[in-house]
Nanobody
Framework: QVQLVESGGGLVQAGGSLRLSCAAS????????MAWFRQAPGKEREFVAA????????YYADSVKGRSTISRDNAKNTVYLQMNSLKPEDTAVYYC????????????????WGQGTQVTVSS
């Protein structure tokens, strides 16, 4: 089992920045691709970003590409999502996920999920 705990969400004005963190415990952190997804009210959960076990490969949704950076610190068992130039449409609950996906953008490919952290961007 892997336990994931997100933090760093909050209320920010449009154009601002936030850094989300996801601390993992349990089985070997480096075994897993780590990802961030988000879910806005009334919408399906959508892919935001993913990072390979080594950190050597990263993937982003078009909606956040150029504004966000995913990174991981395997010594600290933590993955981060730095989000800049935030927009009201970024408002959502952000979830951290761990797995060994064949396709990094699909929710069903991830075995473990955190409880989520709320990000609210005011206009």
């Amino acid at each position: 089992q892997v336990q994931l705990v997100e933090s760093g969400g909050g209320l920010v004005q449009a154009g601002g920045s936030l850094r989300l963190s996801c601390a993992a415990s349990g089985r070997t952190f480096t075994s897993y691709t780590m990802a961030w997804f988000r879910q806005a009210p009334g919408k399906e959960r959508e892919f935001v970003a993913a990072i390979s076990w080594s950190g050597g490969s990263t993937y982003y949704a078009d909606s956040v590409k150029g504004r966000s950076t995913i990174s991981r610190d395997n010594a600290k068992n933590t993955v981060y999502l730095q989000m800049n130039s935030l927009k009201p449409e970024d408002t959502a609950v952000y979830y951290c996920a761990a797995g060994t996906p064949a396709w990094y953008g699909h929710t069903g490919e991830y075995e473990y999920w955190g409880q989520g952290t709320q990000v609210t961007v005011s206009s």
